[in-house]
């Protein structure tokens, strides 16, 4: 759209060059301090005293293998999936999902970046429930077939997915390269059919540019394991402390690792809190700086929209809290909340939310999101025709404070 110069890491080709449905928060948080923590309380034998409690569980079970009509046609395996997708369904959180042995791999594979499939970007929309396309990337199957942001999913391979959730979506939209999916899209009132061959597809992590004035410019599309090293080797290539400002657009980006996050708000933080985890029974866990400052101060804006969430929604919030920043766009996504992969024995998994995140002030922004300092909302024909108003927001704005003095903190 800017003719940004794309910055690539060697060892980045064959980690992102496989993106392809990034569903908001399927890569999102991941608590790796907690993983060993779940892992042994996740134990595979029945907890003692529930004995009675299962009882109807085994009942039903053993009615189906004896008595079902078609019960030969139905695989233990079947059964068991079946189960535990309710257990976990039964919980009513949109964030946490079981993925059976098919899909779990899958999109265990977001966290590296290592999946493939059609090569867009999409979102469940809180009010009616529908998983809808955010953004289709430049290259890719999706962009080549027709596809369009704002497109909503009603049939994948001739089954209705109205009902699905995120994570069945993916599973059945993901597959390997040079296989095919037919989608049927809703797209204002009328439905339309699209025939896709899945293709490994690659993305830049991290695109930057030297704007006006010396205002550089990073955007960041998801917090994955390299996103850390490509954010700082693209300040040094913009010119670092010789910068006027600095621009990091968060904007579409759907969250990432829990890691990254606190990695990339302690650029810009010297020392203090990043974030508050609430585990819930009154356990707390505070994240803070933790190192990784670059060593000066340049002043900053970070560019935010409907579809920045979690992972974005911590960093915004975290420098904005801290004055360290200044947001500029529009209220972001909402979503407070912490999850972890859990493996299972049968080759599935589950994705399980273990936390709520507060900002530094004690703010917690789920359903909410961030309100930025600066609103400003973007004209429809953006893309189109490069009128990209908050982009031109940030850049006034540093223009306006590029004598302003280093603050404090």
Do not use: C
Not at 10 to 27: C, E, K, M, T, W
Not at 288 to 314: C, K, M, Q, R, W
């Amino acid at each position: 759209m800017y003719g940004l110069q794309r910055f690539w890491e060697q060892r980045l080709y064959p980690v992102r060059n496989s993106l392809v449905i990034v569903l908001v928060f399927i890569s999102g948080f991941v608590l790796g301090s907690q993983r060993t923590l779940l892992m042994a309380q996740g134990t595979i034998s029945a907890p003692a005293g529930t004995e009675t409690e299962f009882e109807p569980f085994w009942q039903v079970f053993n009615l189906i293998q004896n008595s079902y009509l078609d019960r030969d046609s139905i695989s233990t395996e079947q059964l068991v999936d079946g189960a535990i997708g309710g257990m976990v369904d039964s919980l009513g959180d949109q964030f946490s999902g079981y993925m059976d042995s098919e899909t779990f791999p899958l999109l265990n594979n977001d966290l590296s970046g290592e999946v493939e499939g059609i090569g867009a970007e999409v979102i469940a929309d809180v009010d009616t429930d529908e998983i809808r396309i955010v953004n289709v990337l430049d290259g890719s199957p999706a962009k080549a077939a027709g596809l369009q942001a704002g497109d909503v999913f009603v049939r994948v391979n001739g089954e209705d997915v109205s009902k699905l959730s995120q994570l069945e979506l993916v599973g059945k939209v993901r597959g390997p390269e040079g296989s095919t999916v037919t989608l049927t899209m809703r797209r204002d009132e009328a439905l339309i059919e699209f025939t896709i061959i899945r293709a490994k597809i690659m993305v830049a992590t991290v695109e930057y540019q030297k704007l006006e004035n010396e205002i550089g410019y990073i955007k960041l599309r998801d917090f994955n394991e390299q996103a850390l090293d490509q954010v700082k080797q693209a300040i040094g290539a913009l010119g670092g402390e010789s910068l006027s400002g600095l621009i990091l657009d968060l904007r579409g980006n759907p969250g990432g690792l829990l890691s990254t996050a606190i990695d990339i708000s302690s650029l810009f933080l010297e020392e203090g809190t990043v974030l508050v985890e609430d585990f819930g029974n009154e356990r707390e866990q505070t994240y803070t700086a933790n190192g990784e400052y670059i060593g000066y101060y340049v002043p900053l804006t970070i560019l935010v929209d409907e579809n920045s969430a979690s992972a974005s929604e911590l960093v915004a919030g975290a420098l904005q809290d801290q004055g360290l920043a200044t947001i500029i766009g529009a209220q972001t996504f909402g979503k407070g909340t912490v999850q972890t992969w859990q493996p299972l024995v049968n080759g599935g998994g589950v994705r399980l939310t273990i936390a709520r995140w507060l900002t530094p002030n004690g703010k917690w922004i789920h359903e909410n999101g961030i309100t930025p300092d600066v609103i400003v909302e973007q004209a429809d024909e953006a893309d189109e025709g490069g009128n990209d108003l908050q982009l031109r927001a940030a850049i006034d704005y540093l223009k306006s404070h590029a004598s302003e003095s280093v603050p404090a903190g």
